[in-house]
């Protein structure tokens, strides 16, 4: 995977198999210190000691429809590529954090990608589950919540086009303006 958000898609798509109500994505930016922080936290079902033991293995999967899962493991090497760090914590009917670090101006570090559209297919698929991305960047700071969004629309689907085209345009507009603010 060449792009951050297509690992944070694949990440969030583990926890909604893992029944997760919550999805909290959380990326900083700090250029001072030259980090690039990736935080996907839930609360689905968890995994217990020996599977998340097991979880970075490429060659270990839950799924029944392959015998390989390269998403976990990719994630970890990107990261450990970059001079950056992986770590996963995880606990039974509580929920897992994935924590991933990557030196921001570091060569080997992938661009974000188009994260408006992965948060849109996340929306689009998954109407039960609330979504929260957090967008820190320097000192400025972007959130979007399904929650909030849910509340605002009071029944309207978020398969409507026009709903979806917002949600994508609100997103790159408020990572927009907090860049420039920063600037």
């Not at 001072?32 to 079902?45: A, P, S």
């Not at 590529?81 to 897992?96: A, H, N, P």
Request: aromatic share 8%; proline share 2%; hydrophobic share 35%.
């Amino acid at each position: 995977m060449n792009e951050l958000s297509l690992h944070i898609l694949d990440i969030c798509q583990n926890s909604i198999k893992a029944d997760s109500t919550l999805v909290e994505i959380t990326i900083n930016e700090d250029l001072k210190n030259n980090t690039y922080e990736i935080l996907i936290k839930d609360n689905g079902k968890g995994m217990d000691k020996r599977t998340l033991s097991e979880v970075s293995d490429p060659f270990f999967t839950t799924r029944t429809t392959r015998k390989v899962g390269l998403g976990i493991s990719l994630f970890k090497m990107a990261a450990e590529l970059s001079d950056g760090s992986f770590k996963i914590d995880s606990t039974v009917d509580v929920g897992t954090v994935v924590h991933a670090v990557f030196g921001h101006n570091h060569i080997n570090r992938a661009p974000l990608g188009v994260i408006e559209d992965t948060i849109s297919i996340l929306c689009l698929n998954e109407t039960d589950i609330d979504i929260t991305y957090t967008h820190n960047y320097n000192d400025a700071c972007y959130v979007f919540s399904t929650a909030e969004v849910k509340e605002v629309l009071d029944g309207i689907p978020f398969t409507d086009y026009n709903v979806i085209m917002w949600i994508k345009n609100n997103i790159k507009d408020g990572l927009t303006s907090i860049k420039k603010e920063e600037e």
